[in-house]
């Protein structure tokens, strides 16, 4: 996960609520919807909420309540509740459904508790963490999501020969560590290549080991 700032809500939906006071998420035009989705997408850079995949389009995400809409209906129609998640069957947005995420892109601390490595696989290193990984299925174990950790450790692998380090040797020189932390985090034309913040997150453990 990389942690999602989250701005101002649509002006379109700030509209509709002031027409709909006591209007829920459900009842919100599709044009709307997509127009929420749109601004979701650009705050993340157009990568998933969860897993960090990239999004190529508006039609290939949805709008996802990190507090779930049947626990919270008080915030259904509160923006900085709704992030973009991918559609994959059985994971992130469509694993979560109803259940409590007690660890989220929208706390600093889902960049810190969560451990990934070049094999692909996420670690939980707190309770908090490992039951987010579980109800997200975000790949602990290759039994549970071995497509998702296929994937991550094949993408995160070419972003880094992309950047001249070979992913089975490392790198141990902390000052070109942070420099390549530092441009990864620099998003280019508002978008990161997929699993950008997985990288940094490995680089990071380079640096701190």
Not at 22 to 30: A, D, I, K
Not at 79 to 105: E, M, R, W, Y
Not at 115 to 128: A, P, Q, T, W, Y
Request: glycine letters at 4%; one cysteine or more.
């Amino acid at each position: 996960m990389r942690t999602i700032s989250k701005g101002a809500e649509p002006s379109n939906l700030t509209a509709w609520k002031h027409i709909n006071p006591h209007g829920r998420y459900n009842q919100l035009t599709e044009d709307i919807r997509r127009i929420i989705r749109q601004h979701a997408l650009e705050e993340q850079f157009y990568l998933c909420a969860y897993c960090c995949q990239r999004i190529q389009d508006i039609d290939d995400c949805h709008n996802e309540h990190v507090a779930a809409q049947n626990l919270n209906p008080g915030r259904t129609l509160d923006f900085s509740n709704i992030v973009a998640s991918c559609n994959t069957p059985n994971q992130c947005g469509d694993a979560h459904k109803s259940q409590h995420l007690p660890l989220t892109p929208l706390m600093a601390e889902c960049e810190t508790e969560l451990r990934f490595k070049i094999s692909g696989r996420v670690e939980g290193l707190s309770n908090r963490a490992i039951d987010t990984i579980q109800v997200l299925n975000l790949g602990d174990h290759e039994k549970n999501n071995r497509a998702l950790i296929e994937k991550r450790k094949q993408l995160s692998n070419a972003l880094l020969w992309t950047n001249g380090i070979n992913p089975d040797e490392g790198l141990e020189d902390e000052e070109l560590l942070g420099m390549l932390i530092n441009d990864l985090s620099q998003p280019q034309q508002n978008q990161m290549e997929p699993f950008t913040p997985v990288v940094i997150n490995i680089l990071q453990s380079w640096l701190q080991s």
